[in-house]
């Protein structure tokens, strides 16, 4: 079955750690995004990738890296910089000539 | 003013009822527009497109009015399984940036 896939489902780390949070998509999606979504919040945009080797920064981007070596792979390492990493994290991936977005779903990240 | 904003609600609805949210986003050149349904500590799922002559699926509506720059989800008949928070997506360059709105949450009551 082709979709989109988030590990782990649920992340703990401790504080001044940095850690890799994996989203594999074996849909051929061109474009793949990272969104944070905090308790009663909506999804912001993170980083988001529209080819291999090319990301964009999204609105809440500091605090967080990204690479795209492979179109199938897009992980997001939220460094030790970012001052509240704790929320849960979305990836999703569009083709180039679809507009919708499908999801994965999803990693809670709680820093302890 | 944010690009996309919402009524976050809640919007408290009796079964059977119907109830209706807008979508308001400022950027005139917005090209295609969506609403996702997010159940609680879930991933958001693609509810419908919204297409410029409007469009119908099963007991849901939306619309698209570019003059006034919004779009509208109507839920007819309202189920308790209908009971989420309704994201609208609007596409805002030409293929990458996807913009959420914040999401207005819908409680279905018996």
């Known amino acids: 079955d082709g979709g989109i896939t988030q590990s782990p489902k649920y992340l703990f780390r401790k504080e001044g750690q940095n850690v890799t949070l994996s989203c594999e998509q074996n849909?051929?999606?061109?474009?793949m995004y990272w969104y944070r979504q905090d308790p009663g919040q909506g999804l912001r945009l993170i980083y988001y990738?529209?080819?291999?080797?090319?990301?964009q920064k999204g609105d809440i981007a500091e605090g967080y890296s990204v690479s795209r070596e492979k179109k199938e792979s897009f992980p997001l390492t939220v460094t030790s910089a970012q001052k509240n990493p704790t929320a849960f994290y979305l990836c999703?991936?569009?083709?180039?000539?679809?507009?919708?977005?499908?999801f994965g779903q999803g990693t809670r990240l709680t820093v302890v | 003013r944010k690009e996309v904003e919402q009524d976050p609600g809640p919007f408290n609805v009796p079964e059977g009822a119907t109830v209706a949210f807008n979508c308001t986003y400022s950027?005139?050149?917005?090209?295609?527009f969506f609403w996702y349904r997010q159940d609680c500590r879930k991933e958001p799922k693609l509810l419908m497109s919204?297409?410029?002559s409007g469009n119908e699926d099963g007991r849901f509506t939306a619309q698209l009015n570019r003059a006034s720059q919004y779009i509208s989800l109507l839920i007819r008949d309202s189920k308790l399984s209908d009971s989420a928070t309704y994201l609208c997506?609007?596409?805002?360059?030409?293929?990458?940036?996807?913009?959420f709105g914040a999401g207005t949450q819908v409680v279905v009551t018996p």
């Open positions: 990738s529209q080819i291999v080797n090319d990301f």
């Open positions: 849909l051929n999606h061109d474009a």
């Open positions: 919204v297409y410029s």
């Open positions: 997506i609007v596409k805002t360059d030409s293929w990458g940036k996807f913009q």
């Open positions: 999703a991936s569009r083709p180039r000539t679809n507009a919708e977005a499908f």
């Open positions: 950027n005139s050149a917005s090209q295609s």
